[in-house]
T-cell receptor, first 114, second 110 residues
C-alpha cells in the first residue's frame, strides 16, 4: 500500500499553461507539505497544511496555489507555467509539525516546462 | 533564518571504503533528522537524533549528534553500491518547519 501518492509522475507542458499535481496520504497524518527539488537536488519547502489549514507559505510566486480539500489530500495548482518551474515536486506528510516527527515523501512529480 | 550546512556536497567513494558526511548549524538544534534519496527516488527518513552527544547505529551506518547540538555526522563503513544516493540532514527551523541541508551526493565506484 502506498503511503503518500502523487499524480502524475511525469508532466511535460508548454510555457504559459496551467497544470495541477495531486497528492494523497493514507497514513492518517494531519500535516502535509509541498517541496520543490531543483536539478542540484536542493529541497525547498513551498507550503504546509495542518488539518486543511495553511501554516507555511514560503516565498513562492502566487502562480502556485495549494488546495487541501481534506487532511488526506493536498493538491498544487500552477498557473502560467514558466521555464524555471521545471523541477521535481514532492509531497510529504507527517503526524504533527516538523519538529519531532519524520516526514514521509511521495514518489515525486517531474515537471518539465518547454 | 536558521540553516543547516552540509559538507561535502559531492563524494566519490570506492566500494569497500568508509566515508563520512557532515552537517553543521550555526544555532543549537532541538533535534536533527537524516534522509536518504536514491537516484530517481524520493527522500526516505533514516533517523532522528535528539540528545546531546547521541550516537545511533544502523548496521554499517553510524549517526552522531554533537555535544553542543550544532553538528551531526553520518559515517558509513564498507561502502556498497546500494549506498549511492543523496544524504540530507534536516533540522527544525522556527515557524514549525524543517530546514533541509543541500545534501551530499554520493557516487560509489565499483
Amino acid at each position: 500500500d502506498t503511503a503518500v501518492s502523487q499524480t502524475p509522475k511525469y508532466l511535460v507542458t508548454q510555457m504559459g499553461n496551467d497544470k495541477s499535481i495531486k497528492c494523497e496520504q493514507n497514513l492518517g497524518h494531519d500535516t502535509m507539505y509541498w517541496y520543490k527539488q531543483d536539478s542540484k537536488k536542493f529541497l525547498k519547502i513551498m507550503f504546509s497544511y495542518n488539518n486543511k489549514e495553511l501554516i507555511i507559505n514560503e516565498t513562492v510566486p502566487n502562480r502556485f496555489s495549494p488546495k487541501s480539500p481534506d487532511k488526506a489530500h493536498l493538491n498544487l495548482h500552477i498557473n502560467s507555467l514558466e521555464l524555471g518551474d521545471s523541477a521535481v515536486y514532492f509531497c510529504a506528510s507527517s503526524q504533527e509539525g516538523q519538529l519531532r516527527h519524520e516526514q514521509f515523501f511521495g514518489p515525486g512529480t517531474r515537471l518539465t516546462v518547454l | 533564518g536558521q540553516q543547516v550546512m552540509q559538507i561535502p556536497q559531492y563524494q566519490h567513494v570506492q566500494e569497500g571504503e568508509d566515508f563520512t558526511t557532515y552537517c553543521n548549524s550555526s544555532t543549537t538544534l532541538s533535534n536533527i533528522q537524516w534522509y536518504k534519496q536514491r537516484p530517481g527516488g524520493h527522500p526516505v527518513f533514516l533517523i532522528q537524533l535528539v540528545k546531546s552527544g547521541e550516537v545511533k547505529k544502523q548496521k554499517r551506518l553510524t549517526f552522531q549528534f554533537g555535544e553542543a547540538k550544532k553538528n551531526s555526522s553520518l559515517h558509513i563503513t564498507a561502502t556498497q553500491t546500494t549506498d549511492v544516493g543523496t544524504y540530507f540532514c534536516a533540522g527544525p527551523r522556527g515557524n514549525n518547519r524543517l530546514a533541509f541541508g543541500k545534501g551530499n551526493q554520493v557516487v560509489v565506484i565499483p
